[in-house]
């Protein structure tokens, strides 16, 4: 087999890997190092323009306010574009919090004009809850509308575990699919359904990061990213005893909460 | 609440010398107990809060227990307050305190389930500081870019601490960074020299706001291993050679900040060297002997605090046998564990050559190392056992007769092993120190 080689496009590191973000860079790259694929990262930063022919996976991560604010408009309108050509030639994306609210149309926050999305997802969102950009919030304010918890997908025929935090509720249009059905959290809006997808590329609420636990979406990632550039995207089997024992003791540790909850109430 | 924050007010109106208060992500305890120190070598008697006694209702309980059955305190012109205080309760606790001097250590992600983000946090910061009576001192980490300028539009008196012995500099900013930008203008900040994360010499690359200048700083800092360090600091009226018995970059920063805090209550320059009376507060590389064998208890709960306790073991290059230990805290629904990625594991791989993973989070914690190179090539024989007791005792079958066991570990597991040693006989209780 020829060697194979996938070009990484790191959004924003420094500014977008705020919970524990490279966790999911990591995740990628130790997987396709112990398949003997090579990986390049590029970092891609505030003004740095892309080319969509250069990258085969695109990871942008969370961060707070005041990033999303920072990078808003480079991501729509300097990034923008060049991803959505490079998703649309079938490049692979993952897009965690933040990062997959600015790639739908616009996000609007709870004060003031709402910030540009890169659009390449027919999503948007609407920040709920308290104002943290108000001097007088206060923590209590700031926790009471957001959501904090744990959150388990059905994504197909596997479970995806994760951890979600965000005061956003994130609404799909009409051309947009869900990634997943909510088993445990809340999800995109609390309407049942969690994150979009769009080809190869993904959007998600779930942190934790997301990639570690659940390998299959990170090898759905890679596969997506192969196939774009080689005719071979097989991916052989790895020992995933111990993310599937973490995956599963989150699951069954949310089952014991939950079974707990409903005996309370 | 309302009640212990109009109890908390009154109690500290009674304090004679007033407060000093000490805030920031990491360091505050360390920080007061080396403060504490200076204080009593200057004739004063400290009113200390203990260990994570840190919000409204902790400052309360910590000064009814110094009070007369009438609930007053002691008219004594001895004593002074001083409290480690929980970043988050700052704004609810400095209009009820109103203090001499605050003290910032410096800020990390830490907790993002419970404080929300790190702007918002310093923002609530600026907001409250508005309250500050004009005297109050402010005692100011320069190296860290979200604290030097913090509430500038104030005319309150600012003491700006920070090091200068740039032979400890990293290569540049590492993956612990929260990376902040220019307080000023928002720019995007570049430094002539790193300490650790974010702490260092900066300059703004867009306005060309720097780093101010410290009047107390650290000119020369010699690391003697995992053990103690000897920092020579220079205050505007004083150079003492400190021998503070505590290891790491990280406690030269508390030793600075001390003594920054010390030279803002203007206690003699005399006083000042009795900082090394420092003792290791609980899990700070706290010692304990099981069996005859040294067990080294050091506590690690953010991604920046985690990796320096272990840069700073690990640093003279011997391989150390270990216990790392994660939990979440469940019961209060915050399960986020996330941060473990951002502790720079990937450096240090090939240093343990053995290690117990612990904790109801102990699996996170294997895949975590799994992905950072620790089960390659330099593989760590590692073995998982969550039961913090069971794995504490497992760890110890497996560290060889003569060497050291260290843990590293998140609070819970520490308090259930200090619990456990109690039962032992092993360590005091927590009262009793």
Sequence with gaps: ?265 | MAIDARLLAGLAAEIRRGAVIVTGTNGKGTTCRMLSAAMRASGLQPILNAEGSNQVTGLVTTLLAHASRSGRLPDDDRDIGLFEVDEGSLPEILPQVSPAAVVFTNIFRDQMDRYIELDYLTRRWKQCLRSLPAGTTLVLNADDPRLAYLASELDNPRIFYGLADIEHRRSAVDCTSDFPRCPRCTGELGYSCVFYAHLGHWECRHCGLARPQPQVYAAKIGLAGSASSRIQVVTPTSEPVLEIPLPGLYNAYNAVAATAAATACQLPSIALPAVENVTAGFFRMERVTIGGRDVHLTLAKNPNGYTEVLRTLLGDGRPKHMLLALNDRASEQQPDVSWIWDIDFESLRGLVPAAVLSGNRAIDLAVRLKYAGWMGAAAADLAIEPDPVRGLNLALERTPAGQPLWVVSTYQVLWQLRDWLCRQGLVSALWDS
């Excluded at chain 1, 729509?76 to 933040?98: F, N, T």
């Excluded at chain 1, 995207?233 to 949310?254: F, I, K, M, Q, Y």
């Design chain 1, 1 to 265: 087999m020829a060697a194979r080689k996938l070009a990484i496009g790191y959004l924003y590191p420094e500014a977008m890997s705020g919970y524990g973000d490279r966790g999911n860079l990591a995740s990628i790259m130790r997987r396709c190092e112990w398949r003997g694929i090579a990986t390049e990262v590029r970092e891609l930063r505030l003004g740095d323009p892309v080319n969509p022919d250069e990258v085969d996976l695109f990871v942008i991560g969370d961060g707070g306010e005041f990033h999303q604010r920072l990078i808003a408009t480079d991501l729509a309108d300097v990034k923008g574009p060049a991803i959505r050509e490079a998703v649309s030639q079938g490049s692979a994306l993952l897009a965690v919090g933040a990062g997959y609210e600015l790639l739908g149309r616009f996000y609007q926050p709870c004060r003031g004009v709402e910030l540009p999305g890169a659009s390449l997802f027919d999503t948007w969102t609407i920040q709920q809850g308290a104002d943290l950009t108000a001097a007088s919030c206060t923590i209590t304010e700031a926790r009471a509308d957001r959501v904090i918890g744990d959150l388990v997908v059905q994504w197909g025929d596997d479970l995806l575990v994760g951890f979600e935090n965000h005061s956003s509720r994130t609404y799909l249009g009409l051309t947009a699919c869900a990634l997943g059905h909510v088993v445990v959290g809340q999800g995109n809006n609390g309407d049942g359904l969690e994150g979009v997808r769009l080809g190869g590329a993904i959007g998600t609420y779930l942190r934790g990061p997301c990639l570690p636990r659940n390998p299959a979406l990170t090898d759905f990632l890679i596969r997506t990213a192969l196939l774009r550039r080689y005719a071979d995207a097989e991916l052989a089997a790895l020992p995933d005893g111990l993310e599937h024992t973490a995956r599963d003791t989150a699951v069954r540790r949310l089952s014991a909460v939950k079974r707990a909850a409903v005996a309370a109430s």
